[in-house]
């Protein structure tokens, strides 16, 4: 699967569970398996947390700083310019899951 099919599976897979309740309370119980169902691409042994934002709780997730570089962090400590982090964008609103 190539990053844009797993963002449409992923996409898809959030779409899912905010509309189907039995489909949401598996995907909390077992994200793994329910996203290995669903078409992405899970590894073997990797541990996943689904919380979900509510109209008092936002749940901000940084993303794991082994996979940045020097020159990222410089960046996003003010030393350079990015806009981007890899998958982790500055843009407040992709903090959010809709």
């Not at 990053?3 to 995907?27: C, G, P, V």
């Not at 119980?29 to 689904?50: C, H, N, Q, T």
């Not at 940084?62 to 960046?75: C, K, N, W």
């Amino acid at each position: 699967m190539n990053d844009e099919q797993s963002a449409r599976a992923a996409a898809d897979l959030y779409a899912r569970a905010m509309t189907d309740a039995e489909f949401k309370a598996q995907l909390v119980a077992d994200p793994a398996s329910v996203m290995r169902a669903e078409g992405l691409d899970v590894p073997e042994g990797m541990e996943i947390k689904v919380v979900e934002n509510s109209s008092s709780t936002v749940y901000v997730v940084l993303p794991d700083p082994e996979t940045f570089s020097d020159e990222i962090l410089a960046a996003a400590s003010g030393g350079g310019e990015a806009s981007t982090f890899g998958t982790a964008s500055l843009s407040l609103s992709s903090w959010y899951c809709y």
